[in-house]
């Protein structure tokens, strides 16, 4: 792999300054760490790891993202490891349904903990009265004594809380305990409500401390970089991570992007020059590649800033050359492919054998068509 260095187009250096790297050089780097430039072969567990989880609010976004970076990748190799307990379902970065292995289940959502406890201000007032730690330590009795789903937990808790709204009492309580989703709820070709327990009491292992915000910040580089501090706490959903990157300053190299804004990364780091190909890829809505930054003009061009949603519609991404280019869907028996400006011939060959191959993989005993057509109502 060809690395940039001071003297390319990559990353100029200007003087008395940090090297800046251009979008396209960002780019490259990202697409390097997610694994989206060349399919690994890493195993479904070990991508998770390394991408420090994937967004989880559906079923089958993370099977897309893993069919989009994996060689050889099927449904059961991410399936399996849900019903073995060796990856969770849970509410960890932004405060929204991540996959996680059970390591990082553990450490990465006590280090989140206090936004989660922050958002009791959006229910305070059905919470009159209650005793939040009490409600924290009811909730917790309840799911270890038998999965519950969310209706079945605000029933039990508004019989002993019954002037709270109900609502408030099922989301608020800040102490409530990690709580994962229980399989067959998150695998492949199942359905099931989502019913919830404790993550300590699904994998049989006490609470663990807190993930190192230095490590974490490490993790995020190796995942995520080149990346500023605004990019680090837009991924996690935390503040005041200045300090910490400060702290790692010594041991960080940094860069300026095309805006003046400080980047950090690791020494080591893949920094791939500006030109290496990026073939298509189809990735689900939500992905993390377009939802980890403050600034998300590594990916998403400025003409295509807010084209991947629609009122309350979302749609999948779909990578050309590296950047936000079109939007897919199946819609009945066909992978529908919208780009969002004219492809080239070749594009749209390589796009459409992506299409296939995705669609290989994923849903090998049915048959799909693939064609271009409008995705966006």
Known sequence: MKRTSTTTKAARTMSGTDPVLTTRALNRATLERQLLLRRSPLTAPEAVAHLVGLQAQEVKPPYYALAARLDGFTPDALAAPLGDRSLVRMVTMRSTI?????????????????????????????????????????ARELVEEAPRTMKQLREALSA????????????????????????????????????????EHWLGRPAEPAASADDTVRRYLAAFGPASVKDMQTWAGLTRMRAVFERLRPELVTFRDEN??????????????????????????????????????????????????????????????????????????????????????????????EAERVLGVLYPQESYDVRFGTVIA
């Open 98 to 138: 991540h996959l996680h292995t059970a390591d990082d289940g553990l450490t990465l959502r006590p280090l989140v903990q206090p936004a989660r406890e922050r958002e009791i201000t959006y229910f305070r007032k059905g919470l009159v009265g209650v005793d939040l730690d009490r409600l924290a330590v009811l």
């Open 260 to 353: 003046g804004v400080e980047l950090f990364d690791l020494p080591d780091a893949p920094r791939p020059d500006p030109d290496t190909p990026a073939p298509p890829r189809l990735l689900p809505e939500f992905d993390n590649l377009l939802l980890s930054h403050a600034d998300r003009g590594r990916v998403i061009p400025p003409a295509n800033r807010g084209r991947t949603w629609q009122a309350n519609t979302f749609y999948c991404p779909l990578l050309v050359d590296g950047f936000l280019a079109g939007v897919w869907r199946l819609i009945g028996g066909a992978l529908v492919i919208e780009p969002f400006s004219g492809l080239g011939r070749a594009e749209r060959a390589e796009v459409t054998e």
């Open 160 to 199: 002993v809380c019954p002037d709270a709204a109900p609502q408030s009492l099922a989301e608020a309580p800040p102490g409530r305990p990690p709580l994962v989703h229980n399989p067959p709820r998150g695998q492949w070709g199942r359905s099931a409500q989502v019913s919830l327990t404790t993550l």
